[in-house]
């Protein structure tokens, strides 16, 4: 295949689909949940353990899948990828049992774990360096599509179909893409299969420690660390609560809060693409921007006195979904740090860092609403959500230091003029 703007599309479009498909997957289980509990018999904390262990999953799955992409090439991995999410998916509409849906879930998630990786290194590989940026970021923000896709038309099939018929439907479009996997992709202009060096367990540890010890990588993880955690937490599970049972919203308002997230994602994330790829020095300013507006307007909301008012509402919802798109700028950190048989490995290990923040978030705010409820009642009060959601602030804190010690040594191995140039250079 030759290295033309068409071929490059069409390697793309397919690479996007396939991750949307995988967002789609993911999310569906946010509106699933009331089906779920019936379907298992399960109470809400078993079915948070469903999100919980999918995102364990996925974080640490980012590692392994970065080192193979790196080793066999996107095309494989996202085949064996797109394999296993049908799958599990298939497994999961057909699931007799709660520990058997667990099961399910976790194939899902490590599924779901080989797709992005894959896709960013297929932009990597068919576009010139200016573009990547830009398409690096519309990869991120039109796969959240995929979660706009599981909110309405799985509600309704839900309801219309039935679970088993609902998830077996979904599962069959992973056959679509693994056909167009196998007719579309190739690994790079003019390589179908990428094949790095086999790695004995010393040169992997010896990779791995390379990319971690440049500050780059770092910069990179702690960036990916302090911006999406809020939107992911709130997306994947607790936004529905908060709105409802924490700010006295109708659950129609609180929908539409979440709608207005996606939305705010959708918005920045070109703009944040074209800004990085026009300034790549100023991307941790940019960040740093960032993170302090959503600690910002988080803190106007708590410190509000009752419900806080919807507008306030409504201008949280767009910076936390702003923190989506700004944690794609932790990956173009990785890529200008590291040579391109590292690129992967990089990524995997900057794509843990959200994750590992957004679990632990999870987790967290499930332990002090539990706290600060009294009883077992899980009518959790306004306060004990203020009380909750202030468990932020140990993660703000960590991510903007650890981003301000990693910009200060990254700022003085790289050189700037040429930092530019890389990204400015027509391809
Ligand atoms: N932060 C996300 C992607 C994103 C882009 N815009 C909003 N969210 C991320 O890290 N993605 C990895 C993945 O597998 O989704």
């Known amino acids: 295949m030759k290295p033309t703007v068409r ?29 779920a509990t019936e379907r298992f018999d399960i ?23 970065g080192l193979a992409v790196d080793r066999f090439g996107s095309r494989s991995v996202l085949l064996t990828g797109t394999i296993l999410i049908t799958v599990a998916q298939a497994g999961f ?65 839900l309801r219309e179909v039935g679970w088993t018929r609902a998830y077996l439907a979904t599962a069959s479009l992973g056959l679509l893409l693994t056909a167009a996997i196998l007719v579309v992709l190739w690994d790079a202009p003019g ?5 790095g060096p086999a790695m004995s367990l010393t040169a992997v540890r010896t990779s791995l420690a390379a990319s971690w010890a440049h ?11 302090s911006t999406q955690f809020s939107a992911t937490a709130l997306s994947l599970l607790w936004g529905y609560p908060f709105f409802v049972r924490g700010e006295g919203l109708s659950s129609g308002t609180a929908g539409a809060l979440l709608t207005v997230m996606v939305l705010a994602v959708m918005c920045a994330g070109p703009i944040l693409g074209w800004l990085v790829g026009a300034h790549p020095w100023h991307r941790s300013t940019t960040v740093l921007a960032i993170v ?33 798109p700004a944690s794609m700028i932790g990956f173009d950190l990785g890529r200008t740090s590291n040579p391109a048989e590292r690129f992967a490995s990089a990524t995997g290990i900057i794509n843990q860092g ?30 004990a959500f203020r009380w909750a959601m202030s468990a932020q602030y140990v993660l703000w804190a960590l991510g903007l230091t650890q981003v301000y010690r990693y910009r200060v040594k990254t700022r003085r191995v790289v050189d700037r003029d040429e930092l530019e140039g890389i990204t400015r250079a027509v391809g």
């Open 7 to 35: 071929t490059a599309t069409a390697v793309w479009i397919v690479g996007l689909l396939v991750y949307l498909v995988a967002v789609f997957h993911r999310s569906s289980l946010a509106v699933a949940g009331l089906a």
């Open 43 to 65: 109470s809400a904390a078993q079915l948070a353990t469903f999100t919980m262990l999918q995102l364990l999953v996925y974080a640490a799955m980012q590692i392994p899948v």
């Open 191 to 195: 390589v179908r299969h990428l094949r």
């Open 292 to 324: 302090s507006v959503i600690a910002g307007v988080w803190t106007v909301v708590l410190a509000w006195p009752g419900n806080a008012p919807l507008w306030l509402l409504v201008v949280l919802a767009v910076v936390v979904g702003v923190g989506g």
């Open 215 to 225: 500050p780059g990588t770092r910069l990179g993880f702690w960036m990916h660390f």
């Open 354 to 383: 959200g994750f590992l923040a957004s679990l632990v978030l999870v987790i967290t705010i499930g332990l002090i609403l539990d706290w600060r409820t009294p009883g077992d009642s899980d009518a959790y009060p306004p306060e």
């Open 93 to 157: 509409a057909l699931a007799p049992s709660y520990s058997l849906a667990l099961v399910a879930r976790v194939f899902v998630g490590m599924g779901d774990a080989m797709t992005f990786i894959c896709v960013l290194r297929l932009v990597s590989s068919w576009f010139p360096a200016r573009r990547i940026p830009l398409v690096t970021q519309l990869t991120g923000t039109l796969g959240q599509l995929g979660a706009v896709a599981a909110a309405i038309p799985m509600t309704w099939a």
